[in-house]
């Protein structure tokens, strides 16, 4: 069974610019979320979305933004970038609203570098 | 605000030496705690889910506990493999995300 899979894998992007990562979910997994992960914060919640529908946000700014399609694909967008958006952003997904379990099987993640 | 300080940051332990991770939480109304473990370059790996005080589960030489405050993550008799970052996380009865503490760096040398 495969697992989540996020691409790319490793970026580098200067201020400014703007930056698309994508996320597929394990097959049948209709939840997905985004984190991200930083040494000096730690994991921290960015969205969710179930059902191409988001359910929850996190305290970031609108610079970031996601969508899931109807495959329950994923994808999540940082506009404008600033240096500390530097960070490994991680995907993971669920059978249902991690509400129901708390198991959340992530991703690799996508590891950004602002210059 | 919902809140999970993980201790100690890091922790180097001889193979066979038991310990134990801690993780003291303040939460609106737990849903549940959440420990995952984490390799270098990996995502988080998900190890157990505890709902209410008492709440124990094990797996190998991994055990969790949880009381109203804190739960505990003992390792006993540890191999190098045990060697990653383990991550607490508590999920409020208000919503549905994880919130995670720091981490605990762990270290294990034969």
């Known amino acids: 069974k495969a697992g989540v899979t996020q691409t790319p894998r490793y970026l580098i992007k200067t201020r400014g610019q703007q930056v698309t990562l994508s996320c597929s979910p394990i097959s049948g997994h209709r939840s997905v979320s985004w984190y991200q992960q930083t040494p000096g914060q730690g994991l921290q919640f960015l969205f969710e979305y179930f059902s191409e529908t988001q359910r929850n946000k996190g305290n970031f700014p609108g610079r970031f933004s996601g969508r899931q399609f109807s495959n329950s694909r994923s994808e999540m967008n940082v506009s404008t970038l600033e240096l500390g958006d530097s960070a490994l952003y991680l995907c993971?997904?669920?059978?249902?609203?991690?509400?129901?379990?708390?198991?959340?099987?992530f991703g690799e993640g996508s590891r950004l570098t602002v210059l | 605000e919902d809140q999970v300080t993980q201790s100690p940051e890091a922790l180097r332990l001889q193979e066979g030496e038991s310990s134990s991770l801690n993780c003291s939480y303040t939460?609106?109304?737990?849903?549940?705690l959440f420990w995952y473990r984490q390799d270098p370059g990996k995502g988080p790996e998900f190890l157990f889910t505890?709902?209410?005080a008492g709440e124990e589960k094990e797996k190998e030489r991994l055990k969790a506990t949880l009381t109203k405050k804190e739960s505990f993550l003992h390792i006993t008799a540890p191999k190098p493999e045990d060697s990653a970052t383990y991550l607490c996380a508590v999920q409020a009865n208000s919503g549905y995300a994880l919130n995670f503490g720091k981490g605990t760096s762990l270290l294990v040398t034969p």
């Open positions: 993971a997904s669920s059978l249902d609203l991690p509400g129901n379990t708390g198991e959340l099987f």
């Open positions: 939460v609106s109304g737990l849903r549940g």
């Open positions: 505890l709902y209410s």
